[in-house]
């Protein structure tokens, strides 16, 4: 039997096992009860996936010689595939990883005193807002557990590869679910994934350290406020209804006021946002940078708890938007303080290489 014939049986036979990527903990014990081995197994196997990255069951010295031959028979440990690696000036790597036929990109942005991957959740994205790249293109699919936490578990394998040779490769601290896709239109998905994170055997993330960004779905929202506990943005973008319409057509279904009272109810449960709600507010030439859009949205959040991210628009091939100019933003940015709001602007970060806010498409070009 010829090489390419072996190789095609092996694909063959991998595709049928079990990726235990895809469970959490909960479903890790599930699975070992099923095939009579004891439930604390989950702890060690979690620990050998997630903090020394080990997808080789021979290695894993602790849990005995009869568990390693089942879970290589019938499981797998399988994170996507990195096609390319974009480095920007300021520092940014981006990647563009293969998912079937398709691609996503994730992005691992440093800073002086953290280290953030921001990751993705679907294939394309079918909010379609109007101002963002990704809402331009397709939508394929939700991304499985094992796509979504194997952007963290392949990046975090890859740096610390790269750090025993160049040591400016940190490990990773923070991760926002901001890239491509809608999270909670994945919501059984990202509920198993943050668990993977949040799991002390697991990934061993704080849950301040977690961000979720949501254009706004009411009733996930709702459904995930017993479920799950870590930093969630809303991304609103407009400060009224008639302006929101245009930009995020989803609107007309999950209007503003939806968004916020779900926020609300989701932050009075929350220890992981100290109280208050993250906006991001993303700002475009014309469109919702005037004086009196600050104002509205001043009035609109002066009392709902809340940070404000003002977000400066990132261009990209084809967009009929513009960013609004410098002194814009800070005029807007000063009214919002007037109403003694919390506001920062966010700093643009791989905007050469196509990594910032709203750009990603999962091109490989």
Same mark, same amino acid.
């Given at each position: 039997m010829n090489k390419i014939n072996k190789m095609k049986i092996t694909q063959r036979k991998n595709k049928n096992k079990i990726n235990l990527l895809d469970m959490d903990k909960t479903k890790l014990r599930t699975y070992l009860k099923s095939i009579g081995e004891k439930t604390f197994r989950a702890n060690q196997i979690m620990k050998w996936i997630y903090q020394r990255y080990c997808d080789n069951f021979n290695k894993m010295t602790n849990i005995g010689k009869n568990l390693q031959k089942k879970l290589k028979i019938s499981t797998k440990i399988s994170a996507p595939n990195i096609l390319d690696e974009k480095h920007s000036i300021d520092g940014t790597i981006k990647w563009i990883i293969q998912i079937n036929s398709k691609t996503i990109e994730t992005v691992y942005i440093p800073e002086k005193n953290r280290k953030t991957l921001c990751i993705s959740s679907q294939i394309g994205c079918p909010i379609k807002c109007k101002f963002c790249a990704t809402g331009g293109i397709k939508f394929e699919k939700n991304l499985a557990v094992s796509e979504i936490i194997g952007q963290i578990w392949k990046i975090s394998k890859l740096l610390s590869k790269k750090n025993k040779n160049i040591k400016k490769f940190k490990p990773i601290t923070n991760i926002v679910v901001m890239g491509m896709g809608e999270p909670l @239109?994945?919501?059984?998905?990202?509920?198993?994934?943050?668990?993977?994170? @949040?799991?002390?055997?697991?990934?061993?993330?704080?849950?301040?350290?977690?961000? @979720?960004?949501?254009?706004?779905?009411?009733?996930?929202?709702?459904?995930?406020?017993?479920?799950i506990d870590v930093v969630l943005a809303i991304s609103l973008h407009a400060p009224n209804n008639k302006i929101r319409n245009n930009i995020i057509p989803i609107n007309k279904k999950y209007n503003i006021n939806s968004c916020l009272n779900s926020m609300k109810e989701y932050i009075k449960k929350s220890s992981a946002n100290k109280g208050k709600a993250t906006i991001e507010y993303v700002m475009l030439k014309h469109i919702n940078d005037k004086i009196e859009h600050a104002h509205q949205l001043a009035k609109l959040l002066k009392n709902f708890p809340c940070k404000i991210n003002l977000i400066p628009w990132n261009s990209f091939p084809g967009s009929k938007y513009k960013c609004s100019s410098k002194i814009n933003i800070k005029n807007f940015f000063e009214i919002l303080q007037q109403y003694k709001l919390t506001v920062t602007i966010r700093k643009t970060r791989g905007s050469d290489i196509y990594a910032s806010c709203g750009q990603l498409i999962g091109n490989i070009n």
């Open positions: @239109l994945n919501i059984n998905n990202i509920i198993t994934s943050i668990n993977i994170m @949040l799991d002390k055997e697991g990934m061993k993330f704080s849950k301040r350290k977690i961000t @979720l960004s949501t254009v706004g779905i009411s009733p996930a929202i709702k459904k995930i406020t017993d479920k």
